[in-house]
């Protein structure tokens, strides 16, 4: 599982209140991803991170911010959440040496009602 | 832009024939492909991955890929296909070098292996 986690792995909240999930990685990888996965549209990618306080966007990043403070922690906010938000987030890590791929969390369940 | 085909939303195959799962590909750049495979509420496990070299890829599990530059492709296969093959199936490409970018994914193909 690459020592990475997710937190919370289920989350049910109400249109309009701010939303903030975790990602934790244990072994000081530099590079951290945030995507969402939706039915037909596989994974996209909201915004990543190459180091601390480092972050960019991805391709559907309105309406997400993230933060990165410290090397082991990757935080997605949505600051007012919407229905369309709904969907299951997977965070991820890149070694930087001598890889390629990229190594995923176990996602978290997000429900906007 | 760079973007990933997955043509087939399923592919339904009968245990122990060969299975193919389809992907196309369009970067600008030399592509870096990776095939990714989830099983039901879980995350996605890393298979396998074309960066340079031999064009056949092997992976885990048995997969493999062969990476097809003229015609732009990534299939994935499998000589002997197994009931627990059934998943989620994902192409994933990034431009290659160095450098933080994420991977853009195809849409996914259902593999439904049938005893």
């Known amino acids: 599982d690459a020592g990475i986690t997710q937190s919370p792995r289920h989350k049910v909240t109400e249109t309009g209140t701010p939303v903030t999930l975790r990602c934790h990685q244990t072994?000081?990888?530099?590079?951290m991803y945030w995507y969402r996965q939706d039915p037909g549209h596989g994974l996209r990618l909201i915004h990543y991170s190459y180091g601390v306080k480092d972050t960019d966007k991805g391709e559907v990043s309105d309406g997400y911010s993230v933060s990165r403070s410290k090397t082991e922690d990757f935080l997605l906010t949505l600051e007012s959440a919407t229905s369309s938000q709904t969907s299951v987030y997977f965070c991820a890590i890149r070694p930087v040496l001598g890889y390629n791929e990229q190594f995923f969390g176990p996602g978290t369940r997000l429900t906007v009602l | 832009a760079q973007s990933v085909a997955q043509p087939e939303d399923q592919v339904n195959v009968a245990e122990g024939n060969p299975l193919t799962v389809k992907c196309t590909y369009s970067v600008s750049g030399n592509p870096y492909l990776f095939w990714y495979v989830q099983y039901p509420n879980r995350g996605l496990q890393f298979l396998l991955k074309?960066?340079?070299?031999?064009?056949l890829v092997k992976g885990s599990y048995g997969f493999e890929a062969e990476f097809n530059k003229s015609q732009t492709s990534f299939h994935l296969k499998k000589p002997s296909a197994l009931v627990s093959d059934s998943a989620l199936y994902f192409c994933a490409v990034r431009v290659g070098g160095g450098g933080a970018d994420g991977l853009t994914f195809g849409k996914g193909t259902h593999l439904i292996i049938q005893p």
């Open positions: 074309y960066i340079t070299g031999d064009n």
């Open positions: 072994e000081n990888h530099r590079y």
